[in-house]
T-cell receptor, first 113, second 111 residues
């Protein structure tokens, strides 16, 4: 185990649904990240939080809304998604946003129908 | 545009043989490179890293080589084992948060 947990592990949702992904890290890190991993495509950075403050939004559509209530928890709120948003969503953490070594969770496999 | 990519999408090796996974990058300003391993159903796992002021770094059974002249990065796995079967991808980093990932190479180890 990497010390980063994600729930749920699998999620199927319709385009009109609202759901949330949860990430929790038990490593005492101060930076947390959301990535999208689509089939046969490189990992895409979505959001970066450092000490609970969002430091990067990588041109992500507003139907994805992150929330970081504290340094240990990170959420990704989803609403009115499109089928092309189906992917593996990975959470990661690092000591701070200047640290290169990131620890990844197992991901949430999202299917939008 | 600048990107990180891999020469081969799949690699099959015999158990006990050495594996070499390659990665090409085009951003000469990148100063840090990482190799990740991703097993089925799991998130990426850090394997080894190397800074641009080095050309070789060794870990346990793994070696990363960096050739800045041709912008090439490779991961060598010695005595490959079935547990090494996974997708391996490289990442380059410029200015801390600007991390770019390659698409990955699937390594299959035959018993």
């Amino acid at each position: 185990e990497t010390g980063v947990t994600q729930t749920p592990r699998h999620l199927v949702m319709g385009m009109t649904n609202k759901k949330s992904l949860k990430c929790e890290q038990h490593l005492g890190h101060n930076a947390m990240y959301w990535y999208k991993q689509s089939a046969k495509k490189p990992l895409e950075l979505m959001f970066v939080y450092n000490f609970k403050e969002q430091t990067e939004n990588n041109s992500v559509p507003s139907r994805f809304s992150p929330e970081c209530p504290n340094s240990s928890h990170l959420f990704l709120h989803l609403h009115t998604l499109q089928p092309e948003d189906s992917a593996l969503y990975l959470c990661a953490s690092s000591q701070d946003s200047g640290s290169y070594e990131q620890y990844f969770g197992p991901g949430t496999r999202l299917t939008v129908t | 545009g600048e990107s990180v990519g891999l020469h081969l999408p799949t690699l099959s090796v015999q158990e006990g043989d050495n594996s070499i996974i390659n990665c090409a990058y085009s951003n000469s300003a990148s100063d840090y490179f990482i190799w990740y391993k991703q097993e089925s159903g799991k998130g990426p796992q850090f394997i080894i890293d190397i800074r641009s002021n080095m050309d070789k770094r060794q870990g346990q059974r793994v070696t990363v080589l960096l050739n800045k002249t041709v912008k090439h990065l490779s991961l060598q796995i010695a005595a490959t084992q079935p547990g090494d079967s996974a997708v391996y991808f490289c990442a380059e980093n410029k200015n801390n948060n600007d991390m770019r990932f390659g698409a990955g190479t699937r390594l299959t180890v035959k018993p």
